[in-house]
């Protein structure tokens, strides 16, 4: 069994800043990748960032330059700095644990509007 925890979700103005984080527990294999996704209301959910088991990233192009994926091993814990943020941001953004022979596990997501 597998748990994530999200924490950091919340309402910013647009050009503002949030970090999310997600603190995963359970049986978990050494070798893992984590991650962020959202999905916005009518569409469909979208990977934003993912940091690999050999310390590689990857991110969608609407938010290179202005979000950073980051982790902490020991804890097991993965972080989303998200800066400049703007409205096309607004979504529930979930965090996802990818292990190899396990598959997808998922946190119950944590909400970020960008509004003024």
């Known amino acids: ?9 919340g309402l910013v103005q647009p050009g503002g800043s949030l970090r999310l984080s997600c603190a995963a527990s359970g049986s978990i294999d ?3 990748d984590m991650g962020w996704y959202r999905q916005a209301p009518g569409k469909q959910r979208e990977l934003v960032a993912v940091s ?3 310390s590689s990233t990857t991110y969608a192009d609407s938010v290179k330059g202005r979000f950073a994926i980051s982790r902490d091993n020991a804890k097991n814990t993965v972080y989303l700095q998200m800066n400049n943020l703007k ?6 953004y979930y ?6 022979f396990r598959g ?7 909400q970020v509007t960008v509004s003024s």
């Open 1 to 9: 069994q597998v748990q994530l925890v999200e924490s950091g979700g």
């Open 30 to 32: 050494r070798d893992y």
């Open 52 to 54: 690999t088991r050999d």
């Open 87 to 92: 409205p096309e941001d607004t979504a529930v």
């Open 95 to 100: 965090c996802n644990l990818y292990m190899f």
């Open 104 to 110: 997808d596990y998922w946190g119950q997501g944590t």
